[in-house]
């Protein structure tokens, strides 16, 4: 086995040596290529350091990828980047085939160790006229260099003297890596259920601009959406409901199964989160036993907040918990779960203090790190814990103090709920208008004097209350998530906005491809936009 791998590896480099050295070969076409500009390519986010050297690096139907045997993943990024190539040009581009009849121009998409690439999810790519070569240390790194490669790969392809159809890359070196190790977005699937293929068709999108968490809002008090084997009601009766009266859903485990290997696949985690001990009307109507608002339990298909809350102080909910939280962590191999926490507003401080910490406890019992809403910085707990910023300075700085690390969602900033201005078709305003500038034009590494050191990185969150199905997710959280995603990864002096909205001018092309229905706020001159703004100001 072992022999077969190194003799198969040792081929392939054979290969790409001999392509690499053999120059009278390669020349064998002359391609008229314009002077081309890697550093004026829509890169979003913003790469580190781009260094063009003016030349094309030809994508045809002479390509070929291969890939590092060895590095655990790299030959599935090979595959990926194949897939999404045939997508976009409709070539057939192979993979680690040893043979190849007429090969001009290769991809090598190499693990390596250099000290260059240490820090994590780096890649650096080197495009030459014949070959790009993508340098990382991690199959998740490398992964995130796959998207810079789509992305620069042009919409349609260009006319040259060679006879079949050639995609012109801009030739070059980029040296690239994230300034945050969490790159997130929050999808509530609590107030109104998504399927799992909406779920999937939101992680394409958020990959692509280098996304690397989910978070799922999975239970609150208008529906339970994860079945737990254990506690079977949570489902069959949390799950019936949903906001504004439709019948709701839920996960069953072979789904949500699904959604986190496909996660994966995307180099993302899924950090799923059951809210509370408040947002638990949904598991005290399918418990009743565990209800503590005094109040007997119905369903619920509103949207006020702070009504319900767990009995703290019974014993019993904590074993109730403990096959909750491992059923679910043991589908989850990210290193996070979340306790939610948030608008506990009917329980007492002392119970919600005494809740938070025995909770942690069994968080991680189950090996994961706890992550609740900034409410928790109000309780006792460890360092390792992670406090996630919504609304309450204070208490992000409590959750400082104590050595933890913060994730920054502030709700008048990063949330994707906020309705755009006053004629936005869905969303709410609790918080702020966001339009797309404001919600690019702010440093997340400063803001409210959280410093960066304890920022553990960025998450836009969604609550789905005024939108139902994938259209008005698409709505919402475009264009306005690929803003986070270039705040998330790129450092404060190398964002500007006049820049930003020029490159963002240009995902139209692709946004249209993929068939997302983005908000074209009149900010941005869309560079070919389905939809007009005029178009939406009439419904
Ligand atoms: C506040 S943000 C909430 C959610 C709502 C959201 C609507 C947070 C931790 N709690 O329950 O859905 O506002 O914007």
Redesign the pocket.
């Known amino acids: 086995m072992t022999k077969s791998i190194v003799t198969k590896s040792t081929l392939l480099m054979i290969i790409l040596l001999a392509f690499i050295a053999c120059d009278e070969q390669k020349k064998k076409r002359v391609l008229n290529f314009p002077k081309t500009d890697l550093a004026s390519e829509n890169l979003i986010p913003k790469p580190v350091k781009i260094i063009p050297t003016e030349n094309g690096f030809a994508l045809d139907e002479f390509t070929a990828i291969y890939t590092s045997q060895t590095g655990a993943g790299f030959e599935e990024v090979g595959k990926f980047l194949a897939e999404k190539i045939k997508s976009k040009t409709n070539m057939n581009i192979p993979v680690n085939v040893a043979e190849i009849d007429h090969m001009e121009t290769v991809i090598y998409i190499n693990k390596s160790d250099s000290t260059d690439l240490a820090q994590p999810e780096a890649y650096q790519l080197y495009i030459t006229q014949d070959s790009i070569i993508l340098n990382s240390n991690s199959a998740a790194g490398a992964f995130r260099g796959i998207q810079t490669i789509r992305q620069i790969i042009p919409e349609t392809s260009n006319d040259t003297l060679a006879s079949n159809p050639i995609w012109t890359i801009p030739t070059g070196k980029i040296i690239d890596a994230p300034q945050f190790e969490y790159r997130g977005a929050m999808l ?1 699937v609590a ?1 109104h259920f998504f399927s799992v293929k909406d779920v999937k068709k939101f992680i394409d999108m958020l990959a692509y601009y280098k996304y690397n968490v989910l978070h799922l809002h999975l239970t ?1 008090d208008q529906g339970w959406r994860i079945e737990i084997k254990s506690w079977p009601l949570l489902t069959e009766v949390g799950g019936l409901t949903e906001v504004g009266g439709e019948s709701g859903g839920f996960y069953t485990q072979e789904d949500y199964k699904e959604i986190v290997a496909y996660a994966a696949e995307h180099h993302m985690i899924i950090v799923p989160e059951v ?1 509370m001990p408040g ?1 638990t009307n949904a598991a005290s109507v399918a418990y009743p036993i565990f209800n503590g608002n005094g109040k007997k339990p119905e369903l619920y298909e509103g949207t006020r ?1 702070g009504q319900s809350t767990f009995a703290t102080r019974k014993d019993t909910l904590y074993s109730f918990l403990d096959d909750v939280i491992g059923e679910i962590a043991a589908m989850s191999p990210g290193p996070y779960f979340h306790i ?1 926490g ?2 506990s507003l009917v329980t007492k401080k002392n119970d919600y203090i005494y809740f938070v910490e025995k909770v942690e406890k069994i968080v991680q019992k189950h090996n994961k790190r706890m992550i609740g ?1 900034d409410e928790i910085g109000q309780a006792n707990i460890n360092s390792t814990s992670i406090s ?1 910023f ?2 309450h300075t204070d208490y992000a700085k409590d959750a400082i103090k104590k050595g933890m690390k913060v994730i920054m969602s502030p ?1 008048n900033r990063a ?1 994707l ?2 309705q755009y201005d006053t004629l936005s078709k869905h969303g ?1 305003h ?2 702020a208008y966001i339009p797309t500038d404001s919600a690019y034009n702010w440093t997340p590494e400063k803001y409210k004097g959280i410093s960066k050191e304890h920022i553990l990185g960025i998450e836009a ?1 969604l ?3 005024t939108i139902s199905n994938i259209d008005e997710l698409e709505y919402l959280a475009f264009p306005r998530a690929i803003g986070y995603a270039e705040l998330s990864w790129t450092t404060e002096e190398n964002r500007d906005w006049e820049n930003y909205k020029v490159r963002l001018a240009n995902q139209a092309p692709f946004l249209d491809r993929m068939n997302v229905k983005y908000y074209a706020s009149p900010l941005i001159d869309w560079k070919k936009s389905k939809y007009t703004y005029k178009e939406i100001k009439k419904d």
Request: zero cysteines.
């Open positions: 509530d107030r609150d809210d947002h907040v939610g948030d608008e809403w996630q919504w609304r709700a949330y709920d906020m709410l609790w918080a969150p609550w789905s209350e």
